[in-house]
């Protein structure tokens, strides 16, 4: 199902009457239904597998509550996620060797497994630590797994913040209907247009890499933030969006992240729902456990933190490097806050986002060239001459790109003065309409 | 009324407004579409609907830069049209050519397949959208536009969605510039002469191979149902592999189905992945997979005395 595409904005719009128009006691199921319907839209097996999932996480939640030995169930339960993430998405040879058993494509790895894992393991935490009680409709503990906005690419929602919004559910109300629609077009309009522009602009560069001039690698190195960026947003106010539609306030993922000033600020800004996850269940938990080291306890914990991280985006060692650069900065930082400020507060905040914005571009290579060999050819090619000559810029993309900032940036103004608003929403409508393809969003791999 | 009751009639209102909007843009772009006079679409245009060449030439990019219209219709004295498409895999060829023989039947049909033809990374559904814009004219295309999606027969009700992602391209296609341009030669596209410092091999190591396991057994069902129209057809067939910038021997799944089926059906295969002469030499090439214009002139120069003795086969016959 492409949700960049005008029919599933229309879609949309058209559920958004449906639930409305029934009856209030029938909605959850209602959602529970297009949601399957989404999912099976991508692969029946999808369906199957979090529907599994949840069964198996709804009843280890309400055993950890009633069992004496909470422990043990919550131990298993924990395990037991963690396993069926690491066999599905680090273990080829599970899917491989199961499909070569039945001569058949079985199985595969579950789209949004490791959004809905997170979602899950975070569940049984906060029932653990009595955070929250065990959800006992397994309808709308069933629609917190696999509330079809949220399915793909997160946000990574936590059970004590979506659950309590379905009882009771909100009224029907024209303002969300409409700010959702606005926000959900938005969102279409950064994926559709501009991160698939950047992403043809990315694929010029990549498609050559061994042959690019110093000039061409950074302009593709400093371009990777805003790459990964676009496309995350979009990704992020569609799920917003849908979700205001129907009444929800889902996590938000971006707060102007590249205003970040230093590193640990900029992970309190991008990707806000893993990073706030990483932070309540494994940042916190192990400083806590670790308090007694005083501020080494707070070093090793961001580190675990971010080591953690790193896995969770994939198996590969670049991802665990990408974890561990993060952990070193922020480290760094906390280290030497007092002599930064100390020399360096004269140049805030400028100084900060560029080192920062910079640090990022260069960690975001390993995420973008998973091949050592792509790797070291992207650092060697720093190095090569420097010009104006530009083969592998596409000047076309470029002015593709500049009309989309120029879209965006008044459309964030304008927004006071309803028909000038309207106008921006058609004219986005008709890129959205005139520039879509199929392309993936970059997260709905993990 | 209430609140829910107005903003559902505001949103049929804004949904009729819609619908005339998509009718009025949809023609428009149907419009300009058509008028187009040289360019991808055009070519495409005049592939489906107005080509009566003796010989079509179906393939991806591999088949529009590498078939020389010259050497190829001097060489055999019969007319030529090159139909294939960069990008493009059997789906949307087998497609192409129920709707061409609707119209008439070529003497030879000559389909040139590539290393990985049948890989499932080929995203084969999604590239059929370069059909989409002849839906409502060609019914006999209808039945494999519907694989692009389960919605795709109600998206197919909207005027405008067939020209979906190709606006600007119809939009450039209508420039007057586009239109005094005429960049190809009886749908070939030759292709320019790089420095070979530039250009890599296919492949380092000396033996590529790749696992059966990455075969989309539907598209070879296509390739299959490709050569059985044109037996149907009393079309003469055959398959090739043009030359890549190669010294590896290539064991590739895509190309070992496809022998079988050709075997099956008795259907001439040249396998020329790899010719002497052409292959081990940078100067033919633009990049590892495309030959330049010397390249193409070179290889269909080897190529014409196989097409003759199929010709001359024909001629027997008849």
Redesign the interface.
């Known amino acids: 199902m492409e949700v960049t595409?005008i029919?599933f904005i229309?879609l949309v719009?058209i559920s958004s009457?449906i639930y409305?128009?029934i009856k209030p006691h029938y909605r959850v199921l209602f959602l529970l239904l297009i949601s399957a319907g989404f999912i099976v839209?991508y692969r029946g097996f999808y369906l199957i597998y979090i529907l599994l999932f949840t069964i198996f996480n709804y009843f280890i939640g309400l055993l950890i509550d009633k069992q004496p030995d909470k422990k043990l169930i919550f131990w298993i339960g924990i395990i037991v996620n963690i396993m069926q993430l690491i066999l599905f998405r680090y273990t080829d040879l599970f899917i491989k060797n199961t499909?070569d058993l039945f001569k058949a494509e079985l199985l595969l790895v579950p789209l949004g497994i490791s959004f809905y894992t997170l979602q899950g393991i975070g569940y049984l935490i906060n029932i653990k630590k009595g955070w929250e009680k065990p959800e006992i409709r397994f309808t709308h503990f069933c629609l917190f797994i696999i509330f079809y906005p949220k399915f793909l690419s997160g946000p990574i929602e936590r059970s004590n913040r979506l659950l309590p919004q379905l009882t009771p559910l909100p009224a029907?109300s024209?303002k969300n209907?409409v700010n959702g629609m606005k926000l959900l077009i938005l969102g279409a309009f950064q994926k559709a247009f501009i991160a698939n522009q950047l992403y043809n602009l990315l694929d010029g560069f990549r498609n050559n890499l061994?042959?690019l001039s110093g000039t061409e690698t950074l302009i593709m190195i400093f371009s990777l933030p805003l790459v990964l960026y676009f496309d995350f947003a979009g990704y992020t106010n569609i799920a917003l969006g849908i979700s205001k539609v129907y009444g929800f306030e889902l996590s938000p993922n971006f707060d102007k992240p590249f205003l970040a000033q230093t590193v640990s600020q900029f992970w309190r800004k991008f990707h806000m729902s893993l990073s706030y996850w990483f932070n309540d269940y494994i940042y916190k938990q192990v400083s806590f456990k670790l308090r007694k080291l005083g501020n080494l306890a707070s070093a090793i914990a961001v580190f675990c933190s971010f080591l953690l991280f790193g896995v969770w985006h994939g198996s590969g060692i670049n991802f665990i490097l990408i974890g561990l650069m993060q952990s070193l900065a922020i480290n760094y930082e906390f280290f030497t806050k007092r002599f930064r400020i100390k020399h360096f507060n004269k140049y805030d905040p400028y100084l900060g986002r560029i080192l920062t914005y910079s640090f990022y571009s260069i960690t975001l290579i390993l995420f973008f060239f998973q091949s050592i060999k792509d790797v070291g050819l992207v650092y060697r090619n720093v190095s090569n001459t420097y010009n104006l000559t530009f083969r592998f810029l596409d000047f076309k993309i470029l002015l593709y790109l500049t009309i989309g900032f120029i879209i965006l940036l008044l459309y964030k103004k304008i927004r006071n003065n309803l028909i000038i608003e309207s106008l921006f929403l058609v004219l986005m409508l008709v890129i959205i309409?005139?520039?879509?393809?199929?392309s993936a969003f970059i997260y709905q791999n993990f | 009324m209430s609140?829910?009751r107005?903003?559902?009639i505001k949103?049929g209102v804004l949904f009729i407004i819609?619908l005339l909007f998509d009718f009025v843009f949809g023609s428009s772009l149907r419009k300009l579409y058509y008028s187009q006079t040289s360019g991808l679409l055009y070519r495409t245009t005049y592939s489906l609907e107005k080509t009566q060449a003796d010989i079509l030439i179906f393939g991806s990019s591999r088949a529009n830069h590498h078939y020389h219209p010259d050497i190829i219709s001097t060489g055999t004295n019969c007319s030529y049209y090159n139909v294939g498409r960069d990008g493009m895999g059997i789906m949307y060829h087998y497609a192409l050519l129920k709707g061409i023989l609707e119209r008439y039947k070529p003497k030879l049909i000559i389909l040139d397949i590539s290393i990985g033809q049948f890989s499932k990374e080929n995203?084969e559904k999604?590239k059929l959208s370069a059909l989409l814009p002849y839906y409502k004219t060609h019914p006999e295309i209808r039945d494999l536009l519907y694989y692009r999606g389960?919605?795709e027969r109600?998206?197919l009700h909207s005027q405008?969605?067939p020209f979906?992602?190709?606006?600007?391209t119809i939009l450039v296609g209508n420039m007057e510039f586009n239109k005094s341009r005429k960049n190809d030669l009886l749908g070939y596209i030759p292709l320019p002469t790089r420095d070979p410092k530039?250009i890599?091999y296919f492949n380092k190591n000396d033996f590529y191979k790749t696992d059966p396991?990455t075969i989309d057994s539907s598209m070879v069902s296509f390739f299959e149902e490709f050569i059985r129209t044109s037996i149907e057809k009393k079309i003469n067939l055959i398959v090739t592999i043009s030359p890549y910038l190669t010294n590896s021997i290539i064991d590739d799944s895509s190309i070992k189905e496809a022998i079988k089926i050709c075997l099956k059906y008795n259907i001439p295969f040249f396998n020329y992945y790899y010719l002497q002469g052409i292959s081990d030499n940078k100067n033919n090439f633009m990049n590892a997979m495309h030959l330049n214009e010397k390249g193409s002139i070179n290889f269909s120069k080897m190529l014409l005395p196989s097409i003759n003795i199929q010709l001359n086969k024909i001629r027997e016959q008849n």
């Open positions: 595409s029919f229309l719009l009457l409305y128009g839209s499909n029907f024209e209907i061994a042959l309409f005139s520039f879509s393809n199929s | 609140s829910y107005k903003f559902v949103v819609f995203n999604e389960p919605f109600i998206k405008s969605y979906n992602s190709i606006i600007p530039m890599n396991n």
